[in-house]
């Protein structure tokens, strides 16, 4: 990506909102074409079958779906027309979009291609209601689910090489000032696909020699919180409440629904102790790296994956190009996500709630600890598959922390975000 590009929150998308249309008329003119060429017609795959016949005989779902076109219609969008016409070319593109994996260029990442399929549609009033219904989310699930399954086959190297993934541009953009890509994360020279053996092991990439290059601040000091992912801050808010407006401006932390506690697990402590304490939020970049590490030394208490919405976004952002940036608190409250429940060791901390967030087609979250693992500061404990979105720190209140300053300045940078390593410093406890 040219460093001109301007890019959203992570720069999963461009900004630009000609450059996205001018790649949805490519998609939909490849489609069209591949179409009229077939021998035979390409159906739809089996999942978005199942999706298809689940909207037609749920009149109420059938209706949020042919709406939001038809509100769409009526909207201003950057090519002057909807490119994206019906239900049932929303769902040929999908189709065309499973079979492929996002292409890396220098005019701009284009990381949610489902999301720009979907991206003025879902901001209609219908759209809204439509992808924030919990039957549509479940039953769409199948569907990013399958082409997951083609990012995790070996289908999708030879797609990731011819997407630019592994060219030099690219493997720069991933490197570290003095250490390049091949120096910096495990693969093998030798192979064209550099050992990777499928797109999602190589966005799942793990570092050589992770203590050199991500050293833990302060390892056997409990006085320092560190950085659970590589992140740019987002946001830190002090004094969060049980509940709030979280879809207003400013999308203020409810905590009720941050951490789901309609939906308690066994062994989490009630929301209500994090009432008046502090949540810090972070977001990944696209190139960045995906796993997540335990900010601190501790036990794990509870652990447990949320299932979310998909392609929702905050009411005050509907039909707007900066949606994704504007969305990012709303999205923490209703994305899928994973909870990791932790005592820390040091008292002054207590139990703190670590929250993994996807995003879109981002959000599939997988853990690598259970309930009663003891963790040291540092170690592994999740990963997002595909990539990732962002990430919130939940602390109780009573709990002293200073944050570096690029956390403090967080919105103020909101233009030029400064990135936090992986087990960097982020903040100090107090006495």
């Given at each position: 990506m040219s460093a001109d590009i301007a890019t959203q929150v992570g720069e999963w998308l461009p900004t630009d909102q000609v450059m996205l249309a001018t790649w949805l008329d490519d998609l939909i003119k490849e489609t069209t074409e591949e179409v009229a060429a077939a021998a035979v017609p390409i159906g739809l795959d089996q999942a978005l079958e199942v999706f298809r016949d689940f909207v037609y005989v749920n009149p109420e779902v059938y209706v949020l779906f042919t709406d939001m076109f038809e509100q769409l219609s009526q909207k201003v969008t950057p090519t002057g027309y909807p490119q994206v016409r019906s239900f049932e070319h929303m769902l040929e593109l999908v189709n065309k979009v499973m079979r492929t994996v996002p292409a890396f260029t220098d005019s701009g990442l284009v990381g949610f291609p489902i999301n720009v399929i979907l991206n003025w549609a879902m901001g209609t009033q219908a759209g809204f209601a439509a992808f924030l219904n919990k039957d549509v989310n479940r039953e769409f699930k199948p569907v990013l689910d399958k082409w997951a399954e083609f990012l995790r086959s070996t289908d999708s190297k030879e797609p990731m090489l011819k997407a630019g993934w592994l060219s030099d541009e690219a493997l720069r953009k991933m490197s570290d000032p003095g250490k390049n890509f091949k120096q910096l994360f495990r693969c093998d020279e030798t192979d064209k696909y550099l050992g990777f053996t499928s797109w999602n092991d190589f966005f799942t990439r793990s570092f050589r020699d992770i203590d050199t290059d991500r050293p833990v601040h302060g390892k056997d000091d409990n006085r320092y919180v560190v950085s659970a992912c590589e992140v740019s801050p987002y946001r830190l808010r002090e004094k969060v409440a049980l509940y709030d407006h979280f879809s207003v401006k400013g999308q203020p932390y409810s905590l009720a629904h941050l951490l789901d506690t309609a939906h308690k697990g066994v062994g989490e402590p009630?929301?209500?102790?994090f009432v008046g304490g502090t949540v810090y939020q972070g977001f990944l970049a696209a190139l960045n790296y995906h796993r997540w590490h335990s900010p601190v030394a501790g036990k794990v208490l509870a652990c447990r994956k949320?299932?979310?919405?998909?392609?929702?976004?905050?009411?005050?952002?509907?039909?707007?190009?900066?949606?994704p940036d504007i969305s990012q608190g709303y999205i923490a409250h209703v994305a899928t996500r994973a909870l990791i429940f932790i005592e820390a060791d040091n008292p002054k901390i207590g139990v703190l709630c670590f929250v993994a967030i996807g995003m879109a087609e981002v959000s599939s979250c997988v853990l690598s600890v259970g309930p009663g693992d003891a963790?040291?500061?540092g170690q592994g404990i999740g990963e997002f598959q595909y990539g990732g979105s962002s990430h919130c720190l939940v602390f109780k209140p009573g709990?002293?922390?200073?944050?570096?300053d690029a956390v403090k300045n967080a919105e103020a940078d909101r233009d030029k975000p400064t990135k936090i390593l992986v087990n960097a410093l982020l903040a100090t406890v107090g006495d």
């Open positions: 009630d929301a209500g102790q949320v299932p979310g919405a998909y392609y929702s976004e905050a009411p005050a952002a509907l039909c707007d190009p900066a949606a963790v040291a500061k709990v002293k922390l200073d944050f570096v």
